[in-house]
């Protein structure tokens, strides 16, 4: 049984989180930031496993945590790209 929209949402807030502690550094935004990235990373993670004909089977599925967390790295690292070191003045 696949999992609905709702299900990935839920699996990507704990992804969120799994993917900051593999992923540590400074890509901005605080730990709720963290949990929507993860959100946006696990419905990624669904949406391509989908259209390669990969999906999870449900919550305990390990193909599910590989395209949540998958997902959620993607995001994380795009999301630290665009917003994480920001520039300060040179002092001479």
């Known amino acids: 049984m696949d999992l609905s929209f709702i299900g990935w949402i839920v699996i990507g807030l704990a992804a969120g989180a799994l993917a900051k502690l593999i ?5 901005g935004g605080g730990f709720f930031v963290t949990l929507l990235l993860g959100v946006v990373g696990a419905l990624l993670g669904g949406w391509i496993g989908s259209m390669i004909g990969v999906s999870g089977d449900g919550v305990f599925s390990i193909w599910t945590w590989v395209l949540a967390v998958g ?3 993607i995001v994380l690292l795009i999301w630290g790209l665009i917003f994480g070191r920001k520039k300060s003045g040179s002092r001479d």
């Open 23 to 27: 992923l540590p550094g400074k890509q």
């Open 71 to 73: 997902g959620a790295i």
